[in-house]
């Protein structure tokens, strides 16, 4: 991953997380809490693909275990939200531009329900059975409900500001730069001119030039005589 994709995951990442346990998880909703997390790390899998979107899911789910007041095992949600990052990366659209919300609200309900069966379902391998005692009916309607509400105010800003990043000045320069040094090698091999720190071709040129222009001068003065 590039410099810029790194800083702008781990900021977005962090502030979710703090968002996340300071304010959502104290409002004390009915079944799930609203995983602001997760919607983080959709809108990045939708614009850094699914290579990208493992990754991020990997970081952010290792990032909440070890954050408290986690009370499970760690690296339980790191391999849920990686799970989750690389499937909604295969959901990126070809041309980086949503055509319609309808994809990118059945990603969401899709990655509610998947981060909740498979955090039950390792859950469940490691022996935790909260899932069973809650109701898992209804912690998998309340956490697709609230992630549905919430992803609007999202989603839409996380990927935004990912394409922004992948837009680098400095990457845009350095290609500015490739391109007309490509052109002017275009140029010398199309005239013969050499162009740019060698100074040879010009003043070979410049030479001929005047020893053409006294042979004229000659030639004329002869006939004029």
Known sequence: ??????????????VALVL????????HLPGAVPDLLLLTVLG??????HVGGALVGFAAGLLADLAPPADHAAGRYALVLCVIGYLAGLAKPENGRLKSATGPMVVVVAAAIGTTLLYAGVGALVG????????LG??????ALYDLLLAPFVVPGIMALARRAENDPLAEAGSAAKSADISLGWL??????????QRGGLGSLKTKARTR?????????VKRL
């Open 188 to 197: 010398s091999s199309g005239t013969g001119l050499k162009i740019g720190g």
């Open 138 to 143: 209804s912690l998998l309607f309340t956490a």
């Open 213 to 221: 222009t006294a042979r004229v001068g000659r030639i004329k003065g």
């Open 128 to 135: 935790d059975t909260a899932a069973r005692h809650v109701g």
């Open 1 to 14: 991953m590039r410099v810029n994709r790194i800083l702008l995951s781990s900021a977005l990442i962090v």
């Open 20 to 27: 996340q346990v300071s304010v959502l998880a104290r409002l």
């Open 44 to 49: 990045l899998a939708l614009v850094y693909g």
